[in-house]
């Protein structure tokens, strides 16, 4: 069982920049591709950015590809997301998520999940 808590989320004006952490408890995410996906309110979560289990791969969705960077900390239990350049349209829940893979591949597809954290508020103001 992989527990996940994301933090870093809160209001800042367009332009500027915030950096959000996933620490898992219950084990390390040493074979776990992770993602970070996004959700504002009346939309369907969306897919942001992953990384694969080694740290050697990473996509973006075009709405963030040069914006935002996917990394995973020294820790074994940390993933980050550097948001720059904020935007108002990238107001919304942004939720980390696991999955166990042997393939040390990026994961896009949002079912392929099966641990996720309870999300944090991401807010830019214009």
């Known amino acids: 069982q992989v527990q996940l808590v994301e933090s870093g989320g809160g209001l800042v004006q367009a332009g500027g920049s915030l950096r959000l952490s996933c620490i898992a408890s219950?084990?390390?995410?040493?074979?776990?591709?992770m993602g970070w996906f996004r959700q504002a309110p009346g939309t369907e979560r969306e897919f942001v950015a992953g990384?694969?289990?080694?740290?050697?791969?990473?996509y973006y969705s075009d709405s963030v590809k040069g914006r935002f960077t996917i990394s995973r900390g020294n820790a074994k239990n940390t993933v980050y997301l550097q948001m720059n350049s904020l935007k108002p349209e990238d107001t919304a829940v942004y939720y980390c998520?696991?999955?166990?893979?042997?393939?040390?591949?990026?994961?896009?597809?949002?079912?392929?999940?099966?641990?996720w954290g309870q999300g944090t508020q991401v807010t830019v103001s214009s």
């Open positions: 990384i694969s289990w080694s740290g050697g791969s990473t």
């Open positions: 219950g084990r390390t995410l040493s074979n776990y591709a």
């Open positions: 998520a696991a999955t166990l893979d042997f393939t040390d591949r990026v994961e896009i597809r949002r079912y392929k999940y099966e641990y």
